[in-house]
């Protein structure tokens, strides 16, 4: 079992920055990636950025050059540094975490809203 627990969230304006952040706690040894996804009004959960267990980036088309994928292993959390943020970024963020042990599973945090102002 792993828990997440995000924080950071909040309201900025347009151009503005946050930082999400995202504590792992559990069997954090059975995680093979995080990442951040986030869901809009009426629209689909979609992935923002995903940091494997070697360190590999993965970015949405729509976030690159703007938000940066991080983690501190000694505190088993994992940041999302969002810069020039835009009203189009307005979502809930959630953290998922990938793990094998046997098989794969994924687990969720409850979500942070982040809305952009224009």
């Known amino acids: 079992q792993v828990q997440l627990v995000e924080s950071g969230g909040g309201l900025v304006q347009a151009g503005g920055s946050l930082r999400l952040s995202c504590a792992a706690s559990g069997s954090t040894f059975s995680i093979t990636a995080i990442g951040w996804y986030r869901q809009a009004p009426g629209k689909q959960r979609e992935l923002v950025a995903s940091i494997s267990r070697g360190g590999s980036t993965n970015y949405a088309d729509s976030v690159k050059g703007r938000f940066t994928i991080s983690r501190d292993n000694a505190k088993n959390t994992v940041y999302l540094q969002m810069n020039s943020l835009k009203p189009e970024d307005t979502a809930v963020y959630y953290c998922?975490?990938?793990?094998?042990?046997?098989?794969?599973?994924?687990?969720w945090g409850q979500g942070i809203q982040v809305t952009v102002s224009s």
């Open positions: 998922n975490a990938h793990t094998v042990v046997f098989t794969p599973n994924d687990y």
